[in-house]
């Protein structure tokens, strides 16, 4: 079985800036297999996953 997983962490992405973190969703594509394993894909499901603990546990920021 094949992990999703996000290039970044929740906590890589709660600690950007707005605007960094607008421009760094905005901006990738690069899904692909993790480096060094094969069993672990870089994903847009793993990002999006890691983005919603993000907003979950900071609702009021993305309350816009």
Request: aromatic share 10%; hydrophobic share 45%.
């Amino acid at each position: 079985m094949v992990v999703q997983r996000s290039v970044k962490t929740a906590e890589e992405l709660a600690a950007m800036a707005d605007d960094e973190l607008v421009k760094f969703l905005n901006d990738w594509n690069s899904p692909g297999m993790h480096q060094g394993d094969f069993l672990v894909e870089n994903s847009f499901s793993g990002l999006s996953k890691a983005f919603s603990e993000v907003v979950h546990d900071n609702p009021a920021r993305f309350a816009e």
